[in-house]
């Protein structure tokens, strides 16, 4: 009888042992500081940090083209030729209207 308590024991401390390990890495993997939510946050990271560069790129694009527009007339004209159209008082302007290839006859 006392081999058989023994036995009954150690087999309750196994199944516990067991079940607190499936619970701790249950709770490792999808805890809020788990595996998944620190890949998710990993993840979240490298694109932040990759927006962060492309901002910086594009700030440099803008500051350069602030900098032309005060300091370089040509800049400026050259704007207000491509975004708003303008000429000079003595140029004229040729305007082309582009024909859309028609279809080529299918051969049956």
């Not at 516990?16 to 993840?43: E, N, P, R, W, Y």
Request: glycine letters at 2%.
């Amino acid at each position: 009888m006392l081999n058989t308590l023994k036995t009954k024991e150690k087999k309750i401390i196994q199944w516990l042992i067991i079940f607190c390990s499936i619970t701790i890495v249950t709770l490792s993997l999808i805890g809020d500081k788990g595996l998944i939510q620190l890949v998710a946050l990993k993840k979240q990271q490298r694109q932040l940090q990759q927006d962060i560069q492309d901002l910086k790129q594009e700030r440099k694009e803008w500051i350069f083209k602030i900098q032309s527009l005060k300091k370089s007339q040509t800049y400026v004209e050259t704007i207000a030729r491509e975004k708003l159209g303008m000429v000079r008082n003595n140029e004229i302007v040729y305007e082309f209207e582009l024909k859309a290839e028609e279809p080529k006859d299918k051969k049956e």
